[in-house]
């Protein structure tokens, strides 16, 4: 299993950014793909979750509304536009992945075993 993020970078409070995840070795109707976010010196907090097989999502309280996850099947890619971008949202932003549901507990507990190496994002004031 291997996943590759991509489409960080740096944006001006209120801009958007889309973050892709590409995986391999992934069978989508088998797993979650969750986001998951870490800034300096703090614990990662998982943000969202998507299954893939049916497309149901979940997102924690401080990105809904802003953030929207969704998954393109056929590329084995899922992504999370961003908008409405705060300066508080600047973390390293990590894709994962595991054998399991997306659910209101997952997105929080983010329990995977695969990780992405993950994609800068520096909203700035």
Known sequence: VQLVESGGG?????????LSCATSG????DYAIGWIRQAPGKEREG??????SDGSSYYVDSVKGRFTISSDNAKNTVYLQMNS??????????????????????????PYDYW??????TVSS
């Open 10 to 18: 740096v944006v001006q409070a209120g801009g958007s950014l889309r």
């Open 116 to 121: 992405g190496q993950g994609t800068q994002v």
């Open 47 to 52: 943000i969202s979750c998507i299954n893939p």
């Open 26 to 29: 992934v069978t989508f109707d």
């Open 85 to 110: 971008l705060k300066p508080e949202d600047t973390d390293v932003f990590f894709c994962a992945t595991d054998q399991i549901d997306c659910g209101p507990i997952v997105v929080h507990s983010a």
